[in-house]
């Protein structure tokens, strides 16, 4: 149990960053039961933890925890989701107009789908990124890679975001010039 001082000093550092925590293990592990209830046992481990947790970015620290708790949980319970680690192969570029982006981001539903369907490491940079607003260096500390695999991994993710949403974009209908 942590002391008055520590608790509030937890409670001023860690609690205002439990909606992105939640938001992490949401969609890393694309189930909000199962994202409850890691959140949970990540909160639990960071109060149990606190006392190693000194001046710095608390929320890279709390999340560093819940992938770490989504990860186990993973492993034990589903890992067949693990098998496919960050492949290396380049996928083909079609550069989008920005009309045809414009209608992708139309459906938010197919773009939900589509980031549940990318294997977790490349969800979990998206999600830090671009929903989170991590920037490379917090993803570096969260993730416990280099900064390096970092960009080339989120570049990767963007990349394969793009494919899922091509795959699930509906048929473009082609009109007559002039109509």
Not at 39 to 65: C, H, K, N, P, V
Not at 97 to 118: F, I, K, M, V, Y
């Amino acid at each position: 149990m942590l002391e008055a001082q520590e608790r509030e000093r937890f409670e001023q550092n860690i609690l205002p960053h439990l909606d992105a925590a939640f938001n992490l293990a949401r969609w890393l592990l694309r189930d909000r039961r199962d994202a409850e209830d890691v959140a949970q046992e990540s909160m639990l481990r960071a109060y149990r933890f606190f006392g190693t947790f000194r001046a710095g970015d608390a929320r890279a620290w709390l999340l560093q925890i819940v992938r770490n708790c989504c990860y186990d949980w993973l492993h034990k319970n589903r890992p067949a989701e693990l098998q496919d680690e960050l492949q290396e192969e380049s996928l083909p570029s079609n550069a989008l107009s920005p009309e045809d982006l414009a209608r992708l981001n139309q459906d938010r539903d197919r773009l939900t789908e589509a980031l549940e369907s990318l294997p977790p490491h490349f969800r979990e940079f998206l999600v830090l990124r671009e929903l989170e607003g991590c920037s490379y260096k917090e993803i570096a500390a969260i993730t416990s890679r280099p900064m390096g695999s970092v960009m080339s991994g989120l570049a990767r993710a963007r990349e394969q975001l793009r494919e899922a949403l091509l795959r699930r974009a509906p048929a473009r209908r082609e009109f007559p010039r002039g109509v």
